[in-house]
C-alpha cells in the first residue's frame, strides 16, 4: 500500500518528495484554482487522461513520475495555450497581448478516479474544486 507523510517541510508519497512546503504556503490560503480532469477517448478502447490547472508550486515531473509508476501507464507533460474556441486572427492578436499558457499533463487510459483520489488525498485541491469530466 502506498503510505503518505506530510512534514514541515515536505510533502511525502511513497518515499517520493512531492513539493516543498515553503512553496505551497502561499497556496494553500488560496484555494480558488480549479483542476480539470478531463478523458480523450481515441480508438474503440483506447483512452488518455488529461489533468490542467495544477498549481505552478507543484513538481510536474515528480507527480508524473509517480502517476507513471502507480498507474503503469505512458505520460507527457504540455504546455498549451489557455484560449479556446476563438478565430485565428484573435487568437493571434491575444497571443501578442497575453502569453498565458497552461501545463497538462496527459496519461495513458482511464485514470480519472485514482487521480482525483490523489488529488484530493495529497491536499492539492479540495474536493469542491476538482472538476472530473467525461461518461
Same mark, same amino acid.
Given at each position: 500500500?502506498?503510505?503518505?507523510?506530510?512534514?514541515?517541510?515536505?510533502? +511525502?508519497? @511513497?518515499?517520493? *518528495? +512531492?513539493?516543498?512546503?515553503?512553496?505551497?504556503?502561499?497556496?494553500?490560503?488560496?484555494?480558488? @484554482?480549479? !483542476?480539470?480532469?478531463? *478523458?480523450?477517448?481515441?480508438?474503440?478502447?483506447? =483512452? /488518455?487522461? $488529461?489533468?490542467?490547472?495544477? %498549481?505552478?508550486? =507543484?513538481?510536474? %515531473?515528480?507527480? +508524473?513520475? =509517480?502517476?507513471?509508476?502507480?498507474?503503469?501507464?505512458?505520460?507527457? !507533460?504540455?504546455?498549451?495555450?489557455?484560449? &479556446?474556441? #476563438?478565430?485565428?486572427? #484573435? *487568437?493571434?492578436?491575444? &497571443?501578442?497581448?497575453?502569453?498565458?499558457?497552461?501545463?497538462? !499533463? $496527459?496519461?495513458?487510459?482511464d485514470?480519472?478516479?485514482?487521480v482525483?483520489? =490523489? +488529488?484530493? @488525498?495529497?491536499?492539492?485541491?479540495l474536493?469542491? @474544486? !476538482? #472538476?472530473?469530466?467525461? /461518461?
Open positions: 500500500m502506498s503510505t503518505s507523510k506530510k512534514s514541515d517541510d515536505y510533502i +511525502l508519497y @511513497n518515499n517520493i *518528495i +512531492l513539493v516543498e512546503m515553503s512553496d505551497i504556503e502561499e497556496f494553500n490560503d488560496d484555494f480558488n @484554482n480549479i !483542476i480539470h480532469i478531463n *478523458i480523450k477517448q481515441f480508438k474503440t478502447r483506447k =483512452f /488518455a487522461t $488529461t489533468v490542467s490547472g495544477i %498549481p505552478e508550486e =507543484f513538481d510536474y %515531473p515528480k507527480i +508524473l513520475r =509517480f502517476w507513471k509508476k502507480t498507474f503503469n501507464c505512458n505520460g507527457r !507533460i504540455e504546455e498549451k495555450d489557455k484560449v &479556446k474556441n #476563438k478565430d485565428k486572427d #484573435k *487568437i493571434k492578436e491575444e &497571443k501578442k497581448d497575453n502569453e498565458k499558457k497552461v501545463m497538462v !499533463i $496527459t496519461i495513458s487510459g485514470h480519472r478516479e485514482e482525483f483520489k =490523489f +488529488l484530493q @488525498n495529497e491536499g492539492i485541491a474536493r469542491e @474544486n !476538482i #472538476k472530473v469530466h467525461g /461518461a
